[in-house]
């Protein structure tokens, strides 16, 4: 029971940083909004609302996953707390490590995909749409749930590679076993990346390459944990 009202009063504790950083984001959704439609921008590319309040929506989504993504590093915090007591030895650096290496690859994926995916996403579907005298009229909420899609998977596949890496760490596997599957876990990086990307070949390599190399990093460190 006492594990039980620690877990409650630690979701309380989640669910209320969540709810005052949504209000905030909200309150600050049109500098957000603003931030988020600049991939777009170069391409001279309007942005449109079709319904009353499809604009209202847009923003208070906008701000649920804004409050989201500032909230996660304290979720971590949390469940590293919660955790703390139950572990042994060395899990107590793998459990600080992880505190702050899950949210900044999930930032750095996030971040990338923005900075460099993005335009070449947006890029495609605006070349693909011209032409066969259809014009392209995009909504505001539809272009926001897209970005934050392709934002949100970059950021959760980055965290294949520490899956892998907690994994050989705790014994369950061993880098010399996955390092045989490597051919295969490369197509399968490829394939994941197609998955989530347009299909063309520089965003699958933008994000295909990054997943690869921190793969080797996941099994260089994973041979030295073991090794240690």
Not at 53 to 65: G, Q, R, T
Not at 84 to 101: D, I, K, M, S, T
Not at 151 to 168: K, N
Not at 203 to 228: D, K, N, T
Request: hydrophobic content about 60%; proline content about 5%; charged content about 10%.
């Amino acid at each position: 029971m006492e594990h039980l009202d620690e877990l409650r009063r630690r979701i309380i504790a989640v669910l209320v940083v969540f709810f005052a950083a949504t209000v905030a984001a909200f309150i600050f959704s049109s500098h957000i909004a603003e931030f988020l439609t600049a991939p777009v921008k170069a391409f001279q590319v309007h942005l449109y609302t079709f319904a009353p309040a499809e604009k209202f929506m847009a923003y208070l989504h906008l701000s649920a996953w804004t409050g989201v993504i500032l909230t996660a590093p304290f979720f971590c915090l949390q469940a590293g707390l919660f955790l703390w007591p139950g572990l042994r030895g060395n899990e107590y650096r793998f459990a600080v490590a992880g505190l702050f290496v899950i949210p900044l690859l999930f930032l750095f994926g996030a971040g990338m995909c923005y900075r460099f995916m993005a335009p070449l996403v947006f890029g495609f579907f605006l070349s693909f749409a011209s032409g066969d005298g259809v014009e392209s009229l995009w909504s505001l909420r539809e272009y926001l749930a897209l970005l934050f899609d392709i934002m949100i998977a970059s950021g959760l596949l980055l965290q294949l590679p520490l899956a892998l890496l907690a994994l050989i760490a705790a014994g369950f596997v061993s880098a010399e076993r996955v390092a045989q599957y490597r051919p295969y876990i490369i197509l399968l990086i490829f394939l994941l990346a197609a998955v989530f990307t347009p299909p063309d070949v520089i965003s699958q390599i933008m994000l295909g390459v990054p997943l690869y190399l921190l793969f080797e990093g996941a099994l260089w460190l994973g041979r030295m944990l073991r090794g240690g």
